[in-house]
Structures are given as structure tokens and as C-alpha cells.
């Protein structure tokens, strides 16, 4: 069982892959998406120092989803909800978004702040290791979203790419890992997380069944489409 690790250690930027002027002003252009729930849910994890995806990678889950008219998703780590509050609105109200987290406070919270934007009924919260709670739900899904401790990276992934249908989608968070990936020399807040998403990116190019490509935005998000049948 994989250990379960503080959301707020503290993660200091090796290589900032977007220069922070370019993400202002792509978050200027977003501004629409405002919510009180949001607002809210970005302000305690800047107090809190906990990793949310935050509004730009948000939109682009959101954006994602909707292309791939997703209509079932399985997040492996969730927090308390911030990146199922994008993919509960992609999905419509007929959809569905299985959101997993090792801490039962979380699940709380993210059923407070999810009731009050009115998608609590497209969300199944459950408490637990999310490779447990995988393997015990049944069925393809349209996307599987993974952004839990990076150590288990390669794991899930192994796990998830077959069970996303046809033109579904894998999506990882954090691929960049402040910028470590790209150097030769750096200091991990835990043991073997860089080597980890290492080679969860390398076994994701050289997986001839799905076409990646990695959005250097905040941390890095890869996002890679299963190929048809027969499709080169």
C-alpha cells in the first residue's frame, strides 16, 4: 500500500516551465468562470499551502472533458474537490465523476463545497486509496485523471490505460514537477518522486496504443488519447 503523504510540504520551483506573466494574462482571459465556491476553495489552499490544479490547468480539464464528451471519470486523488468541480460541470447532469482521497476530511469538504455549486449529484466521493477503490469499480472510463502521491505514478497508470474507452483520455497532474524532470541535479521532497513521474512520462510516449503531448501549464499536464482500433 502506498504511503500516504502531507498535501503541504513545502515544493520550491527547480524550473518554472511558463513564465508567470504569460499565466496572468491567460488568467485574465478567464474571468468568466468566476464562482463564489471557487473563490473560495483557492483561498483556503493558499492558506493552507494545498495543491489544487488552480483556475488555468481547471479550465483546460473542463475544456478537455467536454471535447471528449466525457461522460464518466475517475479521479485518482481529489483533494477536496477542486478538478471535480470542473469535470462535474463537463459532464452534465447525466454524468458521473468517482473522486477518491485518503483523507475523510476531504471528502467532506469537497461534498460542501460541490453541494453548494449544485453538482453534488454528479459526484460519488469515496475515502480511500484510489488504486483499491479502482479496482473495485467496474467498467471503461472516458477519462482517468491521476494526480496522487507521485511515487505511485507509473502504477496508476498501468492500471488506468486499460480501462479508458476508445478516444477517452488519461490526464496526470504535476508531469513537470517543478521543473525537475529537465535537470540533472535537484533535491525531491520525497525519495524517488522525480524518477516515478520519469518514467510514468516515458512509459506514456512510448505506449504505441495512445497519442500524448504534455501542456507545460502551472506543473505540467499530460494528456494522452487511447487510439481506435486499427488507428496508427
Known amino acids: 500500500m502506498a504511503t500516504m503523504q502531507s498535501p503541504t510540504i513545502v515544493n520550491p520551483t527547480v524550473l518554472i516551465p511558463v513564465n508567470p ?4 494574462y491567460m488568467r485574465s482571459l ?9 473563490t473560495e476553495m483557492e483561498a483556503v489552499a493558499k492558506e493552507n499551502n494545498f495543491p489544487i490544479v488552480g483556475r488555468l490547468v481547471g479550465v483546460f ?22 478538478s471535480a468541480y470542473w469535470f462535474a460541470k463537463a459532464v452534465g447532469a447525466d454524468g458521473q465523476v468517482i473522486c477518491t482521497d485518503g483523507d475523510p476530511l476531504n471528502k467532506e469538504k469537497a461534498e460542501q463545497y460541490l453541494g453548494s455549486a449544485g453538482l453534488s449529484d454528479r459526484v460519488d466521493f469515496r475515502a480511500g486509496l484510489a488504486q483499491e ?9 472516458d477519462i482517468c485523471y491521476n494526480d496522487v502521491d507521485k511515487g505511485d505514478y ?25 521543473g525537475r524532470v529537465a535537470v540533472e541535479k535537484y533535491v525531491d521532497i520525497v525519495p524517488g518522486w522525480t524518477e ?3 518514467e510514468h ?12 503531448f504534455i501542456n507545460p501549464t502551472r506543473d505540467g499536464v499530460v494528456v494522452a488519447r487511447k487510439k481506435s482500433p486499427g488507428q496508427s
Request: glycine share 8%; net charge negative; no cysteine.
Open 133 to 141: 477503490i479502482f479496482t473495485q469499480t467496474e467498467g471503461l472510463f
Open 196 to 198: 516515478a513521474i520519469l
Open 154 to 178: 507509473p502504477e496508476v497508470w498501468q492500471m488506468a490505460k486499460d480501462r479508458i474507452r476508445p478516444g477517452g483520455l488519461y490526464i496526470a497532474d504535476n508531469v513537470l514537477w517543478h
Open 21 to 24: 506573466a504569460i499565466e496572468d
Open 61 to 82: 480539464l473542463e475544456t478537455l472533458a467536454k471535447t471528449a464528451n466525457a461522460k464518466r471519470i475517475f479521479e485518482f486523488g481529489s483533494g477536496y474537490g477542486y
Open 201 to 212: 512520462n516515458r512509459l506514456i510516449f512510448n505506449d504505441p496504443e495512445f497519442d500524448a
Open 30 to 38: 478567464v474571468g468568466q468562470t468566476d464562482h463564489s465556491v471557487l
